[in-house]
Nanobody, 115 residues
């Protein structure tokens, strides 16, 4: 099973993007679904996390601007990003972590916020 991330691109400050991350097959016993990001020269950091039940948590830097949502039937997680800032520029990665301790990663999608 592979994760396919999509939806990145170039957007002006204040704009919006919606990222998607879909599994190519069924992943059992998902514990959490996570979006991370990594900017050039920086370590990868957590952006948002959701449980299959819809409990969510966000990095302080994106609270009130980003929203994570899931479609359990499709094994898909979304990240709605509003009011984007240049400092949101990064490669965004999705991760599914299972209760078995397995990790599935998407290939990353580039988000660039620039005028």
């Amino acid at each position: 099973v592979q994760l396919q991330a999509s939806g990145g691109g170039l957007v002006q400050p204040g704009g919006s993007l919606r990222l998607s991350c879909a599994a190519s097959g069924t992943i059992f016993k998902i514990d959490i679904m996570v979006w991370y990001r990594q900017a050039p020269g920086k370590e990868r950091g957590l952006v948002a996390v959701s449980t299959p039940g819809g409990d969510t948590n966000y990095a302080d830097s994106v609270k009130g601007r980003f929203s994570i949502s899931i479609n359990n039937a499709k094994n898909t997680v979304y990240l709605q990003m509003n009011s984007l800032k240049p400092e949101d520029t990064a490669v965004y990665h999705c991760n599914f972590h299972t209760t078995f301790g397995n990790d599935y990663w998407g290939q990353g999608t580039q988000v660039t916020v620039s005028s």
